[in-house]
């Protein structure tokens, strides 16, 4: 399967890399340039189904938003858009779950059903879905404004946003207007409207550390986390009665470093791309592992889709507008959703309502304190300002249960997750162990404490981003580069969150 971090998508973005600046001083070329790569990269990593089917809906997307922006009834377009947005999504994301029916009704018939084995899920569609509708929702918003700006994109630069290959197999969720908290690596708002229709001629963007990244990326993805989870995680998932409680305990911590070191190396290497290319996209990750409490993990976990779920679920069903039990209400049923979005089985919705329920407690809890001492500032998140100690505990309580949700998330149903968590419980005693989990233990937790100095060097880097070497930083960066080579396991790992 083509790759991200394969060898022939190295070498092709080489050439494009050349062919595409040679033609600078044109962004228009570009912009065409970039919409053929992006459709040959999803035809190859898909085929001909994920192509036409984001084709199609590209179109009818374009059309909403010239009804949209030209019609009587903005507001009915929109709501028009996102309900077939929508539905359109949840068939083909759920159509494992209409397969059996649709089959047994096409043998009624005496029609031939073995074409259903074929369809799958269309490369991306949840993000350029996402995407699609917080263009349309952005659009209708200029339709209200006295002082209205050119807003609506024409055909092959709405092509290109969905389909542009640096967000449209696993985000981030580019929006064509800033948003709170979805910031660029020096911490300024992203807008890819402006990017993608800029008659000013493009630059490469902080080329070193668009190398750094892309080093990251593949430490991240291709050594780290291909080793945990083949090493670690994949053996005790697939058979958790035969391990110690130990060894499954390893494998939970173990899964969650795995998931986030592929995911953010994914990102890293999306960003760097497109740092290399001229744009800048949102950092999705931002030291999620420190976290001080749940609220505070989904302002560091994939930020672009948490601020999608603010602006697009939370805020809609009526955020904190409507008193303090709808708040709880609303924040449960947009964690539930975001659950379900990741897939149709119910350990997918329990790990949304387990989120969900832990923001809920959250809130109850810095409500009640202010409550307990009405006579003293008592501001949210009490634990982790009292001290370094009680920060310390409110980071591995938050840790501990981010761990232990993504059981649900990691097993291929409720019924696994559950059999894995009685396992952790009951294999202290009967089962011997079979590897060394004090090992990889002691090494998450040295990794961990060494975490808040690399994200400290990370944030050095982006503040530092235009001024740094371009030179002295090679030879480092080659012999680490090396140094994964010789390290990473064989073969090339896929993305987990391509899926989703």
């Known amino acids: 399967m083509f790759s991200f971090i394969s060898i022939e998508f190295g070498l092709l973005f080489i050439v494009f890399f050349c062919i595409y600046w040679l033609c600078s001083n044109s962004p228009r070329i570009q912009n065409l340039l970039l919409l053929l790569a992006s ?4 035809f190859l990593m898909a085929g001909t189904l994920a192509l036409n089917t984001l084709l199609i809906y590209t179109v009818f997307i374009y059309i909403i938003s010239i009804g949209i922006d030209q019609g009587r009834h903005p507001r009915r377009w929109l709501y028009t858009g996102i309900a077939l947005a929508i539905i359109n999504l949840i068939l083909w994301k759920y159509f494992d779950f209409f397969r059996p029916h649709v089959s047994q009704s096409l043998q009624f018939l005496h029609i031939n059903s073995s ?7 269309p490369l991306g569609i949840s993000y350029y879905t996402f995407q699609s509708i917080s263009y349309l929702v952005s659009l209708e918003k200029t339709t209200h404004t006295s002082t209205r700006t050119p807003a609506r994109l024409g055909l092959s630069t709405l092509a290109l946003h969905l389909s542009f290959f640096t967000t449209v197999t696993a985000g981030p969720i580019a929006r064509t207007h800033a948003a709170s908290h979805l910031t660029d690596f020096a911490g300024q708002p992203v807008s890819m409207r402006e990017q993608l229709s800029t008659i000013q001629p493009r630059h490469i ?3 070193t550390l668009a190398f750094i990244l892309i080093l990251m990326a593949l430490i991240k993805n291709w050594w780290l986390s291909g080793w945990i ?3 670690w995680v994949d053996p005790v998932f697939t058979n958790p009665t035969q391990y110690h409680s130990l060894e499954i305990l390893a494998a939970i911590y173990g899964y969650t470093v795995q998931l986030f070191l592929d995911f953010s190396g994914y990102s890293d290497l999306m960003v760097a791309l497109g740092l290399l290319l001229g744009f800048r996209l949102p950092i999705n990750f931002r030291a999620p592992l420190l976290a001080h409490n749940i609220r505070e993990f ?3 976990w994939h930020i672009s889709l948490s601020t999608w779920i603010r602006d697009y679920i939370y805020i809609p069903l009526g955020g904190s507008r409507k008193g303090f039990g709808r708040t709880q209400i609303n924040l449960i049923i947009a964690m539930a959703l975001s659950g379900l979005w990741h897939g149709s089985g119910w350990h997918f919705l329990i ?10 407690c959250l809130n109850m809890g810095d409500a009640a304190m202010r409550y307990c001492c009405p006579n003293k500032p008592v501001t949210r998140d009490y634990l982790s300002q009292t001290g370094w100690f009680g920060r310390f505990i409110a980071i591995v309580c938050t840790i501990n249960f981010v761990a232990f949700c993504f059981v649900f998330f990691r097993a291929a149903t409720f019924n696994d997750a559950i059999s894995l968590l009685q396992a952790l419980w009951h294999n202290t005693i009967n089962i011997s162990l079979s ?11 040295i990794a961990w404490a060494c975490y808040p100095y690399l994200s400290k060097g990370m944030n050095h880097l982006y503040r530092h981003a235009p001024t740094l070497p371009r030179y002295r930083l090679m030879v480092p960066l080659i012999m680490l580069f090396l140094l994964t080579l010789i390290c990473a396991p064989s073969g090339i790992p896929g993305f987990i969150y391509a899926k989703f």
């Open 115 to 121: 074409w259903l084995t074929a369809i799958i899920l």
């Open 229 to 231: 989870g083949e090493q």
């Open 351 to 360: 790990w949304g309502l387990l989120h969900g329920t832990g923001m809920a």
């Open 205 to 207: 963007q902080a080329p």
């Open 39 to 42: 459709y040959s990269i999803i």
């Open 435 to 445: 590897t060394n989990p004090f090992y990889f233990l002691l090494l998450l937790a």
């Open 298 to 300: 989904w302002n560091r």
